[in-house]
């Protein structure tokens, strides 16, 4: 094991090697929470398939596959879904808004009412994802060195703490390309072929198992609808996405890269399903799914592979939290903090002490975090109630504000407050993991945000008109002045 335990020494000294660097570029708020508004088509797919794979989908998407076999991929596969339609129906859109936040959007669109509101639903929604993360280094450190499960907790989410407090989203973008570049090499070219070499191929796989592992629809059709609403929708309104959409340095690169990164997710949801399946012909007793991932890279993999296999669910599960722990500190200062306080100033006005507010609120959020992490035990449960919330209060009023111009802030206010209530009543009654919740508290979210809007005044012409500037990239002059920094950066690729 001394050769894998080198490699992910390596792997982990580099991750603070970039957060270290990244912090030289992050000079302004606009470079330290969206790298400067300038990533190019290869770093942008990059780091947004990095983003949306992380341990649920690498670990997570093998379980089910060992579970359901192939039809197991559509959790990851919906998720990819999701990415392909933000980035050809929406993100030009939302890349031209300039904004830094999901509640950002909702002010412009409905008059600046709504930002607090669906900040604190956002913020619980970041901040469990970012929890859940990070929980898993528990998993893949007691693989490689039997290690305490605090212990873990803490190693792994200090690292990415530290690195995402350095530099922001540049250091994440840095990060998260190498691991978008292990994760292809570990679970692509290295994993899933010797999986299923392992397994004798797919023709001894097909005769060791029952024909519903090869069914595509085997997980059920209900389970498949619920994924669609949950990861499909949730995917275009997450703030952690979003906040990767503002990199983008141009429509065309917000809209051909995402497509790019959701193809890939298409691709990875496939594998993991097919090596989820040869493992279970390999151990079809394991006590538990998700053991799934961890024992055929324990048992299989030759010394070497092992660790760079290993390293490759690390980058997912790190690519997924740093992610996670930016968007939930940007939520925490931008829509939360500062509108508490009052103090929201203009974005010309917004110099280098909000680089360290923001790294500030990062390091708060990531204690809190790891606090967290380390109390909490059920955290499918968890992460079922932020999805929730999200998809139950959040979905309606913002594609309602891309979509319909007689939305108003009252039916978004409608909106949120009938959707997240009626989602948490519903889970109290059929229980936190129950379809019903976010079917109903959706169809709730729905009919309230038309009701409403339909019985109140028009949004007014002048916020309406300001909105339709923005969404056509005419921004006000001191948001594109806010973009400029003294020293210029070239686009990155």
């Excluded at 909000?354 to 380390?374: C, D, Q, S, W, Y």
């Excluded at 989602?423 to 936190?432: D, K």
């Amino acid at each position: 094991m001394a050769v894998d335990y080198l490699v992910i020494v390596v792997y982990l000294a580099g991750m603070l090697a970039m957060g270290w660097w990244g912090m030289r570029r992050a000079r302004s708020k606009s470079e330290f929470l969206v790298a400067g508004r300038r990533l190019g088509p290869a770093m942008y797919s990059g780091t947004m398939a990095a983003i949306v794979l992380g341990g649920a989908s690498t670990i997570g998407g093998v379980g089910l596959g060992y579970q359901y076999g192939l039809s197991g991929a559509w959790m990851v596969f919906t998720i990819g879904l999701g990415l392909l339609a933000l980035s050809v129906f929406f993100s030009a859109r939302i890349a031209r808004l300039k904004v830094y936040t999901v509640s950002e959007m909702l002010d412009l669109r409905y008059g600046g009412r709504a930002g607090v509101i669906s900040g604190l639903v956002m913020w619980a929604y970041t901040l469990m994802l970012a929890v859940t993360s990070t929980i898993a280094y528990a998993t893949i450190f007691d693989v490689l060195f039997d290690m305490n499960r605090t212990l873990a907790i803490v190693l792994g989410g200090s690292i990415v703490v530290a690195y995402s407090t350095l530099g922001g989203m540049w250091s994440i973008t840095l990060t998260d390309m190498v691991q978008f570049v292990v994760k292809t090499i570990g679970v692509l070219l290295l994993l899933l072929p010797i999986a299923v070499v392992k397994a004798g191929g797919f023709a001894e796989m097909k005769a060791q198992l029952p024909t519903e592992y090869f069914d595509p629809l085997g997980i059920g059709g209900e389970t498949i609808f619920t994924y669609v609403l949950i990861y499909t929708f949730g995917m275009l309104i997450g703030q952690d996405i979003w906040q990767r959409v503002f990199t983008a340095r141009s429509d065309r690169t917000a809209r051909w890269g995402g497509t790019v990164a959701g193809t890939y997710c298409l691709v990875y949801a496939v594998a993991g399903a097919v090596i989820g399946t040869a493992a279970k012909v390999l151990y079809p007793n394991l006590a538990s799914a998700d053991d799934a991932f961890a024992t055929v890279v324990k048992d299989e993999l030759p010394i070497g592979v092992r660790g760079l296999v290993l390293a490759a669910a690390l980058a997912a599960v790190m690519s997924t939290s740093s992610g996670a722990l930016i968007a939930c500190a940007t939520v925490a200062n931008n829509d939360i903090w500062s509108r508490l306080r009052g103090v929201v100033r203009p974005e010309g006005e917004q110099q280098h002490d909000e680089v360290r507010g923001n790294r500030v609120f990062i390091l708060l959020m990531g204690l809190a975090v790891i606090g967290t992490a380390i109390a909490l035990n059920d955290v499918v449960q968890a992460l079922t109630v932020a999805y929730n919330l999200l998809v139950g209060g959040l979905l309606v009023p913002i594609l309602g504000g891309l979509l319909w111009k007689r939305g108003t802030a009252q039916g978004a206010l409608a909106s949120v407050a009938v959707g997240g209530l009626a989602v948490i009543g519903l889970m109290a009654a059929y229980g936190i993991l129950a379809n019903e919740p976010v079917y109903y508290g959706l169809l709730a979210s729905l009919a309230a945000y038309v009701a409403v809007s339909l019985a109140t005044r028009p949004t007014d012409a002048a916020v309406l008109a300001a909105w339709r500037e923005r969404l056509a990239g005419r921004a006000p002059a001191h948001d594109n002045a806010s973009e400029t920094v003294s020293e210029q950066v070239p686009a990155a690729q």
